[in-house]
């Protein structure tokens, strides 16, 4: 088994290994690497707010013809060296000199669990949660690597008498991490951090938050419910059901090609009642909300299932949503999760406590919703 230092977030240092903006020296680069895009963000400190150096892009489809990952695949697709190859393009476009980087792991590609320890000294916690992973993770303790959290109580000390503890366990094949490290090697960067990407979404996006509020990730392939309070992850559960699952959909029901229906979702989500033209009552079809509708349901019940888990844990209502990933910004997409919870729904842009030119705005504010991830774990570096 192999075990990473504790530090403030999950898998800390395992080794001290499209537009320009100012270098700083003191820079550092966050890399989420997703199942349909593979995205760069550039940070740096400037007094006490942090500042957006550069970021850069580069889509699946415009490197290979497949996906960088898929959800029944925990690692990725194509090898390391395609991958760092993508990666070095990026850099070479945008003049990206930076070479200090964190990566995010798709939560999918991690396995979350919660237990409870009675009271014990911190010297105690590591073997206890050694111990307890034998009893919950699925994996060979050998395969895997594992970081942990005390999400509540307190350990014991010498001049204090502890509680009992709550832990929220994460484990990661050690494929997965090896070939973040590969990549790193291949790139020509200094690896100092990976993380489980529901840790950068919640940096990026709820870190000022001071209750408790959902994270609700919708990727391409996959989205993520999570609770956090205070900033803290305390649950987290991932799915197949996302972005491309509703173009998908929306392709069979229009009977029209996979590039033309991703045109209408992001043209019509779930605001407008015909997919186009003027038609009459006999050659009306169906609506995007009525076909994208159930899908967008499901995702509704495991917001409402770990919300509910939740309060029977903890005693606590979630006092807001929010959304990010690129199917956040749908239209209608928010108001409709919000009309179904009643609750308050918020969309993430994590260029918000950035310090960066004001001509970007209005750029980054639309961008934002899918850019939480490379920006949280960025952030992590300047920690």
Not at 108 to 127: D, G, K, N, R
Not at 219 to 245: C, P, R, Y
Not at 281 to 300: F, M, R, T
């Amino acid at each position: 088994m192999i075990k990473l230092p504790i530090d403030l977030s999950f898998f800390k240092k395992i080794k001290k290994p499209k537009v320009q903006l100012a270098v700083s020296a003191g820079a550092f680069l966050g890399i989420d690497i997703g199942t349909s895009a593979l995205k760069i963000a550039e940070l740096s400190r400037a007094g006490e707010r942090l500042k957006l150096e550069n970021y850069g892009e580069m889509k699946a489809p415009s490197f290979y013809e497949k996906p960088f990952r898929t959800f029944e695949k925990t690692t990725l697709l194509l090898s390391s060296q395609d991958v760092a190859k993508a990666i070095r393009g990026i850099m070479e476009e945008a003049q990206i000199k930076t070479s200090r980087v964190a990566f995010s792991i798709p939560d999918f590609s991690t396995f979350f669990t919660a237990f409870e320890l009675p009271a014990m000294t911190q010297e105690e916690v590591a073997q206890a949660v050694e111990y307890e992973a034998r009893q919950h993770v699925p994996l060979p303790l050998l395969d895997i690597t594992l970081d942990w959290q005390i999400t509540a109580g307190r350990p014991a000390t010498d001049k204090q008498k502890g509680t009992p503890l709550k832990i929220l366990l994460v484990a990661v094949p050690n494929e997965v991490v090896n070939q973040y490290q590969q990549i790193a090697s291949a790139a020509g960067l200094k690896l100092d951090a990976i993380e489980a990407e529901v840790f950068s979404f919640a940096r990026a996006s709820a870190s000022y938050e001071k209750g408790v509020v959902v994270l609700v990730d919708i990727g391409a392939q996959s989205a993520t419910v999570s609770i956090v309070e205070k900033g803290m992850v305390k649950l987290s559960h991932s799915f197949d059901m996302a972005g491309a699952e509703f173009t998908r959909r929306l392709a069979q029901s229009f009977h029209m090609e996979y590039e033309e229906a991703e045109k209408i979702k992001r043209q019509q989500g779930l605001e407008h009642s015909l997919v186009a033209g003027e038609q009459t009552a006999q050659e009306a079809q169906p609506s995007v909300k009525l076909i994208l509708g159930p899908i967008i349901d499901l995702i509704i019940v495991e917001i409402e299932k770990i919300s509910r888990a939740f309060k029977q844990e903890e005693g606590k209502d979630a006092e807001k949503i929010i959304l990010a990933g690129g199917s956040a910004l749908l239209p209608g997409l928010a108001e409709y999760i919000g009309y179904q919870v009643k609750e308050e729904i918020i969309i993430s842009n994590p260029f918000e406590s950035l310090f960066y030119p004001p001509i970007l705005e209005r750029h980054l504010k639309a961008m934002g919703p899918a850019w939480a991830v490379a920006i949280g774990v960025a952030k992590r570096g300047l920690e």
